[in-house]
């Protein structure tokens, strides 16, 4: 047969879009075209993929091969789709049964000996592959991330070879079976650590009693970031929707796969951090502070020091617990439901009503300082 189907997935925000990878072989002169809009990284996939291919031992196909990554109009970026290439080239050319991929989709980078890289995003497709019903086939170091999607069916693997040998029968791979280490969770720090402030502490248990944004002010040294941080130990523990939300949020912004079940994040940019720092943005949309701290905490310390057109950015997501990025190729939607806890002198110097008399900042300045 010389034309295989692979289904495979996309990164789209926080979702993961279905990609068909289309393989086909015609006569003429050799050569391979990839079409579907792909990105450099995918563009050069077609090395990769002969690569590894070759050194793999198989034959790579002397003839016209077309490579469709559908839909057209999607646009297709990183390593993510070698693996599901290299299968479609091996099904068309006849070395794995076509028939076999109907009921998986794959990820995976490939190296040129043929072994299988982690990618990142593998969270969001393994709960889309759930939703449609296949099973998942991803590198052996993405599959804890992958099997957090309860009631999916993961295979790991390691070469190109391993998974040749499951198509044709000769070494299935048994669906992998977790090892439960992303269920470690981790301890938040204590509010039992802040000594005094009473009043401060009351505040904290109010706020997260209520869900209520909290405003922190005094001088240098009191303890504001202290308490800050205490706050996401304070609130109930995740449920299993909302830390599957947090951990596929962390798993398309960290640059390597999930290593513990999540956490309620805090997140605390620096006062110089700009509108899409914080929002997300780009030319193609990634999450900003808002997103990572989805569930959590957002803390902004110095509050009076940030440009008040990065504040006023917060008001929509404050509202609605979500941000929409539009750019004039495609428009995602971000999650971003979370506490805001600020911290600020007050006053410029930070010892106003001091009974030593230091603070020598005058009402005007304590007045455009509050803003």
């Given amino acids: 047969m010389s034309l295989a189907i692979v289904h495979s997935r996309a990164q789209v925000g926080v979702e993961a879009a279905t990609v068909t990878v289309e393989a086909h072989l015609a006569n003429g002169l050799p050569s391979l075209a990839l079409v579907g ?13 002969r690569s590894a291919i070759q050194t793999s031992g198989f034959d790579f196909p002397a003839r016209r091969i077309t490579l469709n990554l559908a839909p057209a109009d999607l646009p297709k970026d990183g390593g993510r789709f070698d693996l599901a290439i290299a299968l479609g080239i091996l099904a068309a050319s006849g070395q794995i049964p076509a028939d076999r991929l109907d009921t998986l989709e794959c990820l995976g980078e490939l190296a040129l000996s043929g072994s299988l890289r982690p990618v990142q995003s593998v969270l969001p497709a ?18 804890e991330e992958a099997s957090l999607a309860s009631g999916l069916v993961v295979y790991a693997a390691d070469h190109l070879l391993q998974v040749a040998a499951h198509f044709n029968g000769v070494t299935p791979i048994e669906p992998f079976h977790a090892q439960g280490l992303l269920r470690q969770v981790l301890p938040y720090p204590d509010l039992a650590d802040v000594q005094g402030q009473a009043a401060a502490k009351r505040g904290l248990l109010v706020a997260a009693a209520g869900g209520h944004n909290l405003l922190l002010s005094g001088p240098p040294g009191t303890g504001k970031t202290l308490l800050a941080s205490r706050l ?33 994040p805090f997140r605390q940019p620096h006062h110089s951090a700009s509108g899409p720092a914080l929002v997300g943005g780009g030319s193609r949309p990634r999450p900003g502070e808002i997103t990572l701290a989805h569930q959590g905490v957002l803390f902004l310390d110095e509050l009076p020091e940030f440009d008040r057109k990065v504040l006023e950015v917060l008001r929509e997501p404050l509202e609605s617990g979500c941000i929409v990025i539009a750019r004039a190729r495609d428009k995602v939607r971000f999650p971003a439901r979370f506490q805001l806890v600020a911290a600020m002198n007050p006053c410029p ?9 230091r603070c020598r900042c005058s009402p005007d300045q304590i007045q455009r300082y509050r803003g």
């Fill in 232 to 264: 996401p130990g304070l609130l109930p523990p995740l449920e299993e929707k909302e830390a599957l939300e947090v951990a596929a949020i962390q798993s398309v912004a960290s640059q390597s796969p999930l290593a513990h079940w999540p956490q309620r």
């Fill in 349 to 357: 110097c930070g010892y106003l009503g001091d009974p030593s008399g």
């Fill in 37 to 49: 809009l792909p990105e450099t990284a995918v563009k050069e996939s077609k090395d990769r993929v």
């Fill in 126 to 143: 393994a709960l889309a592959a759930r939703q449609a019903g296949r099973a998942l086939l991803v590198p052996r170091a993405n599959a």
